[in-house]
């Protein structure tokens, strides 16, 4: 499998990059370890509105994901998920990146925007084997709760927003957190106040309740200080947040600091014919924003198209100006 380019992650920058790449007349795939594409957006909050994306006063995460795999695909890039970039290799002045299960894709490039990495949600101890039956890290559609009695663990923004999201269909919600403070957003937290959702603090899920059907049917929780009492849930929403790893990346011969991968002003590392853009990819002063993986994209794909090819130009017009 020969390619000019090889985009690793499938979140928006490597999605957008796809489509310039596509722009640029480059053969592309994008290779992603998760199962669909969007990257963070898709996995961990499809559902939530992104308010800073040009063009969009408000945008629905798998709203904005669509769009963008819909822009790209007029280029028909090869999408190659559920599959992990293992190893790369420089070969003959060109690239070869093996996956896992040893297939091999030979690049004149690679670009990664591998976001954050591979992440794991920290786990709920009380939920050990619920995962699926009634608990879930992520809420992939809202509807798949609809008049269900909810309980939301975790205390940062994204239990927050679960809250704020899940309010209108849900029976109802309750969020749990062990601390009285919360790591989220102020204003975020008085949202979700003056809608009325219950907060119980200094408080931990100590048991899941199992029903005669073997579906949840409630939590038990402990409060410090204060009577133990039991929760009605048909679901639990263990936002608890995640921890992150770049995995073999960090093998390949960059520079990383923090799971950050430090490029110069044309988006290329300290490797060869290997850029990074979007949340990846570090320099003084960055912004790690949706727009600027996109700017960081279309920067990285314009000198990537010069470096396989020196007569090309290195801005080739705007996209507006081609019928």
Sequence with gaps: MDYDLVVIGAGPTGLFA???AGFRGLSMAVVDSLPEPGGQVTAMYPEKMIYDVGG????????????LVDQAAPWKPDYLLGRKAEKLESVDGGLELT?????????????ITAGIGEFTPRPLPAGDGWLGRGMVHFVPTLAAHAG??????????????????????????????????????????????????RLVTDAEVARFVEAPDGSLAAVDVTVKGGADEQLRADAVVAALGFTADLGPIESWGLEIDHRAIAVDSTMATARPRVYAAGDVAAYPGKVKLIATGFG????????????????????PGHSSNVE
Aim: hydrophobic share 50%; with cysteine.
């Design 18 to 20: 796809a489509y310039y």
């Design 56 to 67: 969009f006063p408000a945008v629905r995460g798998r709203d904005l994901v669509q769009g």
């Design 99 to 111: 996956l896992d299960g040893g297939d091999v894709l030979r690049a004149g490039a690679v670009l």
């Design 148 to 197: 269900q009695h909810v309980v939301v663990v975790g205390g940062g923004d994204s239990a927050f927003d679960w809250c704020l999201a899940l309010h209108p269909v849900a029976a109802s919600v309750t969020l749990v957190h062990r601390r009285a403070k919360f790591r989220a957003a102020e204003s975020i937290v008085r949202q979700v106040r003056e809608l009325g959702v």
């Design 296 to 315: 960081e994209a279309a920067t990285a794909v314009n000198n990537i198209a010069v470096a396989l090819n020196p007569e090309a130009h290195l801005f």
